[in-house]
């Protein structure tokens, strides 16, 4: 859709965004094989769920997508010497780029919420409003899907560091003020009185590598998450073991 934007073809559909597509779509079909007089309501959501899940991640990559190329777009450092074209090429920039940020973190906490309930991990008794990151360390410290969750834990591992940045803009960008501004708002403090403060773009460069880090890390535990959901219908799920034992001794591993 947002490719229009820069009058490009529709995306093709490939590389990690199918892989957690085909993994989606695959958990559906194993729903639609449940006659529907056999169906239980929780079956029922899980399928609206899912459908969610397909538009969510579609969402993320094309605000991805966009937040990229605008970023190209931009070449001045300080903003206010940004011709008007360049100024608008980054507002639209930041805007996407924003949007992104907030979906990715928005997918991982709805995949944690429906974990949690197609599993019943009973996060809640951890945290009443829990993160994606909480379920997985409530299934580590608990041994449950001891699977699922050496899977999930390599992959949180494997971006720990460009997640924790990306998860530090969103906080600022949804908890307190803008970060821009509060970042203004900082150096003025600091400077010399008189002294004019001129505000710097964003770091586009290295901001969009960090994207694309946690996109791809997000479309990779979507996949993972809905291949094992769909080869663990409910009557066949693997006991919940509470043992906090592990093989290899990685009883020692911190959240």
Not at 177 to 184: C, E, P
């Amino acid at each position: 859709m947002l490719r229009a934007l820069f009058d490009e073809p529709p995306r093709k559909e490939e590389g990690l965004l199918r892989e957690a597509n085909e993994a989606i779509r695959q958990y559906m079909h194993t729903l639609t094989l449940i006659p529907q007089e056999r169906q239980t309501p929780q079956e029922q959501r899980f399928a609206i769920w899912s459908q969610s899940f397909l538009r969510s991640i579609d969402e993320l990559e094309q605000s991805q997508y966009a937040a990229s190329r605008y970023g190209r777009l931009v070449d001045t450092t300080l903003v206010d010497q940004m011709p008007p074209d360049e100024r608008e090429q980054y507002n639209r920039h930041l805007y996407y780029y924003k949007n992104a940020l907030i979906r990715l973190f928005a997918i991982l906490d709805k995949l944690g919420q429906f974990l949690n309930e197609r599993f019943a991990l009973q996060t809640e008794r951890i945290k009443s409003r829990f993160s994606y990151f909480t379920v997985l360390r409530n299934m580590h410290q608990n041994g449950l899907y001891t699977d699922l969750e050496q899977m999930l834990y390599e992959l949180k591992m494997s971006y720990k560091e460009p997640v924790a940045r990306l998860r530090n803009q969103r906080n600022m960008e949804i908890h307190t003020i803008d970060a821009d501004l509060l970042d203004d708002l900082i150096k003025a403090r600091e400077s010399k009185p008189g002294e004019r403060i001129r505000p710097e773009a964003e770091e586009i460069d290295g901001n969009l590598a960090d994207l694309e880090a946690g996109c791809e890390m997000t479309f990779r535990i979507v996949a993972i998450a809905f291949r094992y959901i769909a080869k663990h219908p409910p009557s066949k799920a693997p006991v919940r073991s509470r043992q906090k034992a592990r093989e290899g001794g990685d009883a020692g591993r911190r959240r």
